[in-house]
Structures are given as C-alpha cells and as structure tokens.
C-alpha cells in the first residue's frame, strides 16, 4: 500500500469573501486539497472547487466556428493582444477575485491600451466609495470594533450568510479586550426589509419597508439635532420606534454600523450610505461611532486600493486620452455596455454574464469577448478566448485587502494543475504581447 | 452676429468627445482652420471636418453664433469651459454638455444626456426637451457645483439635479434651475441655490439643503421627514429678488443638516 502523504498548511488567508479570515488550515493529498479547518462553508467550498474537476479549465481555448479549440498558451495570448489593440474603446472589468499584483498589471495593460477600467465596485460597493468622495468617512479596522464596541448595527446586510465569520471574528460572539463577555457585552441592531437570520438573533430588530432607508436614516439624524418632526412614522417605523433607537445609539460608549448591498443597492444608492456616514459623524457629537461597508468579494477593497494609488481613482477610470479620467455613470461598465459603446472586453476573474442585466450582457456578447477564468460560467462560455489561471491564494500567492483596508498575505498551498500561468503572469505576457504590437 | 454651421455628416461608432466646439476656440479662425480643431474618438484623435460640414464664417468671440445640426446623442462636451457668443444645437446632445461654462448661451432644441450644465459658473443653457441625471451638478467629490447662471429645462430633469450648488450673496451669485419636472433628489446639498419645478417632483427633494429655496409648482411623491411645516403663504420672495404668486406650503428644511436652518421648500397648497 502506498503511503500517503499529507501536508498540512496553517494560517491560510481564505480567499473567499471580505472578512479575509486568516486562520485556516488546510490539509493537501497528491495536490488535491482533502481537509478544510475553520473555514465556513461558502469559504471551504472555494478551495474544495479548486481541485481537479470537469468545470475547470485545462488550457486556453480559442472559438472556432462556435466551439472552443485547445491552443497554445502563445496562440492565445497572440490572438488576444490582437482584440484589445484592435479595439478603439476596449473594457478591463473584474480584478477583484484576484491578487493585488494582478490588480496592478491590470492598470498597466488599460494604460498601454487606453482603455477604460473598471472593478466589480461598479456594481456592489461603488456607491459607498461615491458617498465618501463627498462627505469623507469615520472608520476604523476591524480588531478595534472587536475589542471596544458595545453597541453594532448591521444596516441592510446579512452577515450569517454572506459573512458567516465576520459575528464571531469581529462583531458579535467574540470576546473583546473591553468586552470580556462577548456577545452579552454587545447591543445588536439590525435594520433590514426582511426577517433576517441576522435579524433573528439581535437584541433589536427594526423592519423598514424596502427602499425607504434614506427616510428613516434622515429621521434619525433631525431627531438626534432635538427636532421635533410632524410625521408619526417613517418607511413603516413608529415615531417612538425611532426615538428608542436614537436615544439607544447615543448612550452607547462605542458604535458601529456595518451596511451592504441593501443600502447601497437599494433606491437611493450611495445618498443611502451619505447619511448613514453624515449620521456616524454626527453621532460623535455624543459619543464614539463609526462605520464601515461589508464588502463582498474578499480583494474588492484591494482594487479600489490599487486603482487609486496607481492613478489616483478607485473604479470606472478612462484612460483613453493617455491619462486617467473618472466618472462612474459615464465610464462604468453597466452603463458603458448597455449603451453599446465598448467594442471589445477583458473580464478578469469575474462573471459579469450572471450579474450584470440582461441587455448590456447581450451588448458584450456582440464583440470579441476575453476571459480569464479557472471555471466555467455564463461569462465564460459566451468568450471568444478563455485563459484559465491558477487560483489566487491558493495556487499562488499574493497581497489582499480586507474589508477594513488591511493588507493580508495570501498563501500557497497547492500547485495549480498542468502549470497554469497566475493572473499575474498571464496579464504581464499580454502586455508584453500589446507592446509588439503596437510597436513600443 | 457671424454663424459657422456645422452639419453632422456621419455618426461615431463610439462616443465623440468634442470639446473644441465652443465660441472660444473658433473666434478668428477661418474654416478650415475649424475643421482642423481635434475632438477624439475613442482612443483616437479625430478631426471636426471627419464628422462635420462646415459652413459660414467667424469672427469675434461675443459676435459669433455656432449652430449644430443632427442627431448629437453620441457626441459629448459640446461648449465645455466657453466664456462667451452662443451655439445652438437642433437635435438631441451627449452629455456634459455646456459644463463649467462661465458665459454665453446655449440653446438646445431637443434633449439633453446627464451633467447639462454641471458646475455652471455663468451664462445661460436652454433645453426645450428633456434633461438627463446631474444637470447643473458637481462632478464626483466636488463640493461646489453650479456657482451661477441660469438652467431652463422645459421638459423633466433626471435624478440629483443641482447637486451642491452654491450661491454667493456679496457676489450677487445667484445660480438657478427652472424645469418642468423632476426626479429624485431634486437640489440635494443645495448650499443656496434656487430651483423652481412646474410640475410634479419624486421623492427627496432637497435632501440635505443647508440653505437655499425649492418652488415645486405641482405635487411631490414622497416628502423627506426632516421638514417641517411652517405655513401657508400667498407669495414667494426668491434670493435675486424676483416674486412668485399663487398658495403654497411653505416648509423648512432639512433639518437633517441643521436644526435651524433658512433652507426652504414650497409645494404648492
């Protein structure tokens, strides 16, 4: 009998969602991961994904009349660089399934091309980013809000299942320097249109009909000023309701409001989270708040980092007159494709075909479409080029951002199958491939 | 008054960013010298002459009129930055149109794309259709938006119209939105800019206005908690010293931003 060998790989940094646990243990057999410790589930199941299926790319793929063609890593890349510097107006969009150093040559390539980049923040936290750009942001990392916060709302998200560790890492079951008793130490609010799991396990629930947040937002604000307002309810919230919950925030001795994509998604969109920020900072006036977005996809934080450093804006930047530009609504991809001006893509570790609507999907698929991508997906599919990478942060390593803008290492614990290039590599030999091409 | 015609003779495959045409940039140049002016396309530098016939002659920039003929929906940033003379545009037009202008005028006969107007710093812009989101507003991050000039939009303006605008009374700066209708958050942030609605408003309107005055002629879906009524009154005094008649609510606000406040919104009674 042969022996098998298994290696074991501690403080894994799971590559998964926002909260960017950093604690995993993860067990490897011939390359195959077999064991997951301490992950939650959706976070276990991406390294399980990552082994060896028939969902998984082996080797790029050209389209040849309507079916894909296995082609060399050259042949692909070739024929790609040739789509992008064809192009006049040319879409990167994705890089937030990736690592930092990917991110970066993803700035580079939209450079060389001047094309117009963008990252899945469009679509999710963008409008958080817009509300900071006008009235600033009060936050703070997220080992702070474990230790001292004794009163935590969650505005619009659903932490047990989009974020299932972040209540017992950061902000609600864990034991704090300050908060010696955990959960008991805590006050939580929740404020949703629906009876959360979440919700169901708060000290107070507030069910505010569905869109009307920035109502109730604006109530709270004028009554912490000690106005007295006419109507005796807002977006389905009673009058006293409403003074509970003001007079509660105020005599706590350190809030948080943690919002997601049910503010920043919802009718009024980043007007949502300019007064939950203007109401954070307000409530400073009384005692200490802050507040910080639960972002989704686990290095989303990092592109807005990387973007912004590199060319001083954070998504939706046009780089078409050679220097960057921005302004999301113009140069956002959601609206670049449903007004059918972009005439060739790059989706970089992203499924745009399974979030974004119907009709700027139907946009995309009508010019040439890259993909680089490890698995199958609608995107996929529908791509002229597929070229499969290795997984970032398990098959490579790499920098990541938390939610809370810390960077985190991620790890290697396997190799990826038959070689596979890492998102890096792959976007570095296109550049170099753009760069012939146009002759530089 | 001199004219340079332009006629569009053939459409961008993506859109054209023309921020060349304006009264500033063709005083006292000949045609050709006009048809040499560069707009870009895509990536690409492109001249007026590839998408345009012109015609006509210039002069002087107060005496010269630009007048723009076609479907402009895919061109952008006509009479960016101009400070004097005037364009008219018959046809629909992209966005940015006549933004941070600080004089002339511009006429549009037809519909406008998003940012008409935005950090409007002079001058006049006339739209006889519909105006797209952010007319007469800050770009991103921008804590002054339209500083003063004056905005008529017959038909409805999109969502966050006049957002940050700013008025100065020592500088008789007085910036203003007259429309016929509008969408959500109508004015939010307004730091003392006047808009008046003919018709019926969505929802917020206002939304965060530290001063300023908002005359809604027609009805209002949804009301914003944080103002309060003070009454009713017969005639409105606006901060130029201009009267408008008839019974209307009159509310202060938002409270939101300031507990008191000589922000005010009238809805009429």
Known sequence: ??????????????????????????????????????????????????NPSEHRYKTPLIKVNGSFKEASWDEALDKAA?????????????????????????VELAEILGAILDNTASVCHGPTILAEQDVGVPTSTLGEYKNRADLVIFWGCNPVHAHPRHLSRYSEFVRGYFRKDGR???????????????????????????????????????????????EKEVAGVSMENIKELADKVKSCNFGVIFFGMGLTQSLAHHRNIDAAICLTRELNDHTKFLITPMRGHYNVTGANQVFTWIT?????????????????????????????????????????????????????????LIAIEPHETPTSVNADIILPPAYAGIECEGTAYRMDSIPLRLRKVKDAPNGLLTDREILERLIEKVKEKKGE | MTQVKLKLKKQPNVPLEAESITPDNFAGKNINEIKGLIVYHGKEKEKIGDY?????????????????????????????????????????????VGNQMGGGKILIN????????????????????????????????????????????????????????????????????????????????????????????????????????????????????SFKKMGEINEITLPNGDVIKGKFIEYSGDHATKKETNGRLYIAA
């Open chain 1, 1 to 50: 009998m042969a022996v098998r060998k298994i290696k074991t790989v501690y403080d894994v940094v799971c590559p998964f969602c926002g909260t960017l646990c950093d604690d995993l243990e993860v067990d490897v057999v011939d390359n195959k991961i077999t064991e997951v410790r301490n992950g939650c589930q959706i976070g276990t199941k991406k390294f399980f994904a990552s």
């Open chain 2, 52 to 96: 345009f016939d012109v015609s006509g002659e210039s002069s002087e920039i107060n005496d010269l009129k630009i007048i723009i003929e076609g479907d402009l929906s895919n061109i952008k940033r006509i009479g960016e930055k101009m400070t004097s003379g005037e364009i008219i545009i018959n046809g629909n037009v992209g966005m940015h």
């Open chain 1, 82 to 106: 040739d789509i992008l510097v064809k192009a006049k107006r040319p879409l990167l969009y994705g890089f937030s399934s990736t690592e930092c150093e990917a991110q970066s040559k993803g």
């Open chain 1, 312 to 368: 001083g804006y954070p998504f939706s930047i046009d780089f078409s007159r050679g220097y960057p530009r921005y302004n999301p609504g113009e140069f956002s991809s959601v609206e670049l494709l449903l007004k059918d001006q972009v005439d060739a893509s790059l989706m970089v570790s992203t499924d745009p075909a399974s979030n974004f609507p119907a009709a700027s999907v139907k946009n995309m698929f009508k010019h040439p």
């Open chain 1, 184 to 230: 008991n130490d805590r006050f939580i609010v929740v404020i949703d249109p629906r009876n959360t799991h979440t919700a169901q396990i708060a000290d107070l629930f507030i069910q505010v009909n569905p869109s009307e947040d920035y109502g109730l937002l604006n109530a709270i604000r004028a009554i912490l000023r000690g106005v007295e307002l006419d």
């Open chain 2, 110 to 225: 037809g519909n406008a794309d998003d940012w008409a107007g935005a950090m409007l710093k002079g001058g006049e812009l006339e739209i006889t259709g519909d105006a797209g989101n952010y007319i007469g507003s800050a770009y991103r991050g921008y804590w002054k938006g339209m500083e003063n000039g004056l905005i008529k939009v017959k038909g409805k303006v999109g969502h966050e119209s006049m957002l940050w605008a700013r008025s100065s009374k020592g500088a008789k700066k007085f910036p203003m939105l007259i429309c016929g209708g509008a969408a959500s958050f109508l004015g939010i942030h307004n730091h003392g800019g006047t808009i008046i609605v003919e018709g019926d408003v969505d929802r917020c309107a206002g939304a965060d206005q530290a001063w300023g005055t908002i005359v809604i002629k027609g009805k209002v879906s949804r009301k914003l908690p």
